[in-house]
């Protein structure tokens, strides 16, 4: 009898880990993005899946070739260059899941993995006199973030989400992951980087929003 109980006890057990829905911290769940495995919870944290991702973009989803891409690096540099694609992901590679606030009050959180900014500047020897990194994008679109906080934040340029390629809607093939900073910052798209000495403000920003854009900060310029 005994025994009996020990088996049956055992089998509830079993069906409750199973079918409970728990998943432990050190596991990963996952899902299925463009035909790829896209990662949903990760680290003891459930991560926004990419359909269910926000949007916004001056001009829509751009498409850019992944063969022709080049990422252009210039301004206050020694070295001026162009990187594409693979020399990009070639370069060593960051993760961080970090939450992407917009200023019109919706959020998501994601895993981001990319390159921090950091190697790409190692590349091209940033001048001591640059101050501000100005961020242009495919569609027009630009921002600017202080040289200071790129750098002291680690703040990377990821090349993908949730374990996913980044896909187009999303800014392929760079995104900048602007973290403790408004969606307005994250310039999707990104074709070309700008060193300088002067104070720029970009798309939204000449429109009127904050220039620094900090979460929980105001979003306008008062």
Avoid: H
Avoid at 101 to 108: I, P, T
């Amino acid at each position: 009898m005994k025994r009996i109980l020990l088996i049956i006890s055992l089998i509830i057990l079993f069906s409750f880990s199973t079918f409970s829905g728990c998943v432990s911290e050190n596991q990963q769940s996952t899902g299925v993005y463009n035909n790829e495995t896209e990662t949903t919870f990760y680290e003891g944290q459930g991560l926004t899946p990419i359909a269910e991702q926000r949007n916004n973009a001056i001009k829509g989803t751009q498409y850019i070739d992944r063969e022709s891409y080049r990422l252009q690096v210039d301004g206050l540099v020694e070295n001026p260059r162009e990187f594409n694609y693979e020399e990009i992901t070639a370069l060593p590679r960051t993760s961080k899941v970090l939450d992407l606030d917009c200023v019109e009050g919706w959020s998501f959180t994601g895993k981001w993995t990319g390159v921090k900014i950091a190697e790409l500047f190692e590349e091209v020897e940033v001048m001591e006199n640059a101050s501000t990194v100005i961020f242009y994008s495919a569609d027009g679109y630009s921002t600017a973030l202080e040289l200071d906080y790129l750098l002291e934040n680690d703040i990377i340029l990821a090349y993908g989400l949730n374990d996913v390629t980044l896909p187009p809607e999303r800014g392929f093939p760079l995104q900048l992951v602007a973290e403790s900073k408004y969606g307005y910052k994250w310039a999707k798209w990104i074709v070309r980087i700008e060193l300088s000495d002067s104070e720029y403000r970009g798309y939204w920003e000449e429109r009127g929003y904050n220039n620094r854009a900090d979460v929980g900060g105001p979003a306008f310029e008062r």
